[in-house]
């Protein structure tokens, strides 16, 4: 029998016997730094007292459910995408320009906001750049950037216009440069479609995060390819990741109608945001300026606000009339999109 | 070979987890400090949690003043 690349003694058996080993010393090594909990710690804080923030904006014009959208860094525009189209809106004036992208899951503003990325069910990732001119012809400047062979789930440029990171129901992500569309990493290790990824702030290096299918959340190191470090602590999809704004932190939602706080550095989760009246999974997440608020979007149509220390949900957003696709903070902190399957975004503040 | 390929999936597990069970880490005390050491800087220049002004509010409306 062939048995090409065994080490010397190394079988099957003793490569999973090791495998056991090492996931049993995981276990043990995250335990001994568990001496307490985040909400224990967090009880000296002072309580949150209620959130006056509601609907200020309704945005209408896509005809159809709203997957995605993403901030301008100028804090005025959007990019948002539905299964027909995707447009940038300027929410002051509520009036859209139509960009040549349909059956997009993931769209994202590039830093210059000079373009804009959109990618779905076509396996591809494109970038179009803006135009003032409402006449320009935006399909013949569309660029295909990256390929995949499934799905593009989520997509973000990194700190500039030309590279940029996507996930796909292909199980993996990688990245991308924008000019010759040359794949420059990819990142191999869940084992079922990602879902989404997140870019750690800048501040803190060169790594993300990705969740997806497999109930996994990955941190990668974008150089080497290599995971750094795994999670699994969800019981369903993770439908979103996203870091805590110091870069030490990431938080999840799930299927499983929860939401989960991970600290990088402890290595473990350190709180789980949930509640028996929440039975619908969570589909999106996002901080608030400080880190203290969780904004969650659920399937069944609300948005709730967690207090991120102490664990507790703050308040309730109602509006939407359907499932609640992603929540946004503005760069500047001031309000939250949100995109939702009733055809709508919601600005709120 | 199909052995071949399970034993190379293997070897990459153990290797995995050698790297993850490796790596430094902290006290959850120490951790949850750091975190809400973050939450208190920031607390006063986040807007969601202090609320601003409607005047300084870009998204909140400013009344109009009606002239009787």
Not at chain 1, 166 to 179: F, H, K, P, Q
Not at chain 1, 302 to 310: E, G, P, Q, S
Not at chain 1, 313 to 334: A, Q, Y
Request: charged share 25%.
């Amino acid at each position: 029998m062939a048995c090409q690349g065994l080490q010397k003694g190394e079988t099957l058996a003793s490569l999973k016997t090791e495998s056991d080993g090492l996931k049993k010393k995981l276990e043990v090594e995250r335990g001994k730094l568990n001496d307490v909990e985040l909400h224990q710690v967090a009880e000296k804080t002072e309580v949150l007292g209620a959130l006056s923030i509601k609907t200020r904006r309704v945005l209408k014009g896509h005809g159809a459910k709203v997957l995605c959208m993403d901030w301008c860094k100028d804090k005025r525009r959007l990019v948002s995408s539905s299964q027909v189209r995707t447009s940038t809106d300027l929410w002051t004036r509520e009036h859209g320009v139509s960009l040549p992208c349909t059956w997009v899951m993931a769209c994202a503003y590039a830093p210059s906001g000079c373009a804009v990325a959109c990618g779905g069910l076509d396996n591809k990732c494109s970038v179009i750049p803006l135009s003032l001119d409402k006449d320009e012809n935006l399909a013949a400047k569309k660029k295909s950037v990256a390929m995949h062979t499934n799905y593009v789930s989520g997509c973000t440029f990194t700190n500039s216009d030309m590279q940029m990171l996507t996930s796909s129901g292909d199980g993996t992500c990688a990245l991308w440069d924008v000019e010759s569309g040359q794949l420059l990493q990819s990142f191999h290790g869940h084992t079922a479609d990602v879902l989404s990824l997140d870019l750690a702030p800048s501040e803190t290096g060169n790594t993300f995060v990705s969740g997806g299918c497999d109930r996994k959340a990955n941190v990668w190191d974008m150089r080497s390819g290599q995971n750094i470090q795994s999670f699994e602590s969800h019981e369903s999809d993770i439908n979103c990741v996203k870091y805590y704004p110091s870069g030490d932190a990431f938080a999840s939602a799930s299927d499983d109608a929860t939401c989960r706080f991970y600290d990088l550095r402890a290595d473990r989760e350190v709180a789980v945001y949930q509640k028996d009246s929440i039975v619908f999974g969570a589909s999106t997440v996002d901080f608030s300026l400080s880190g203290r608020l969780l904004f969650a979007g659920y399937n069944d149509y609300t948005i709730n606000a967690w207090d991120v220390l102490k664990g507790n949900r703050v308040s309730i957003l109602f509006g939407h009339e359907n499932r609640v696709s992603r929540v946004k903070l503005s760069p500047d902190g001031t309000a939250i999109c949100s995109a939702s399957w009733d055809n709508t975004l919601r600005i709120w503040a | 070979m199909s052995t071949n390929n399970n034993i190379a999936q293997a070897r990459k597990l153990v290797e995995q987890l050698r790297i993850e069970a490796g790596i430094e880490r902290i006290k959850v005390s120490k951790a949850a400090a750091d975190l809400m050491s973050y939450c208190e800087q920031h607390a006063r220049s986040d807007p969601l949690l202090v609320g601003v002004p409607t005047s300084e509010n870009p998204f909140k409306d400013k009344k109009p003043c009606i002239i009787l």
